[in-house]
């Protein structure tokens, strides 16, 4: 249910290239990728899932943006395959939110092993 609300609300404007080595990031070391622009909240939108077992980090390259804001507003959701919310337990698999600040256009992220996450950056035209 996260996962799909997370989508459905942060579907943007404009599709984005995400790119490694010039590829499509699907499926690339267990990572799967996908980018928006939303001009009515003037932010930038990555979607990244490691489907892998093994928690990863990525260097991601925000190029062809005039400016970018500093603060990247990260939400992640995160949890063993076997895990499930109930309604004893309705909170083990939830969003966590965080921040991070962007260093130029370069940005390093941690994903957790069988993790969704979105990240959010403001954005100049």
């Keep these: 249910y996260f996962v799909q609300k997370l989508f459905s609300t942060n579907k943007g404007t404009q599709v984005l290239s995400c790119l490694t080595d010039n590829k499509v990031i699907a499926g690339v070391d267990s990572i799967y990728a996908s980018s928006v622009r939303d001009d009515k909240t003037k932010n930038i939108i ?7 077992g093994t928690a990863k980090t990525k260097q991601l390259s925000l190029e062809g943006m005039q400016k970018l804001g500093k603060l990247v507003k990260m939400t992640t959701i995160e949890g063993k395959p076997a895990e ?10 939830a969003p966590k939110e965080s921040s991070t600040k962007l260093n130029g256009k370069k940005l390093k992220v941690d994903l957790a092993a069988h993790s969704f996450t979105l990240l959010s950056i403001s954005y100049v035209k």
Excluded: M
């Design 84 to 93: 499930k919310n109930s309604f004893a337990t309705p909170s083990i698999i």
């Design 46 to 52: 990555v979607k990244i899932v490691n489907t892998s």
